[in-house]
């Protein structure tokens, strides 16, 4: 999980970010966890999160979710994230 974590570490200064830092004593959860947060960053974009090995696999979806299963999303892979 360490060298998972290394690109995320290597872009976040910690002494003046509120991100968390990850911790290595996370239980695995009986299901693999999920998230969709809606990231109000430089500019409005949703980020999916799938556990993974211990980590969360991401991706920025630059528009929002739709009910429509005809509507495209580009989903842009990022650094993985702490659970």
């Given amino acids: 999980m360490a060298k998972a974590l290394a690109e ?41 999160r799938l556990e993974v090995d211990g980590v969360f696999k991401s991706w920025a979806v630059t528009r929002g979710p739709s009910r429509d299963p005809a509507d495209k999303r580009l989903a842009v892979e990022v650094e993985d994230h702490p659970l």
Avoid: C, M, N
Wanted: aromatic residues 12%; without cysteine; proline residues 5%.
């Fill in 8 to 48: 995320y570490e290597a872009k976040r200064d910690f002494s003046r970010t509120t991100e968390p830092r990850g911790s290595r004593g996370i239980r695995r959860a009986e299901y693999p966890r999920f998230v969709i947060q809606k990231h109000d960053a430089t500019r409005l974009h949703y980020d999916l």
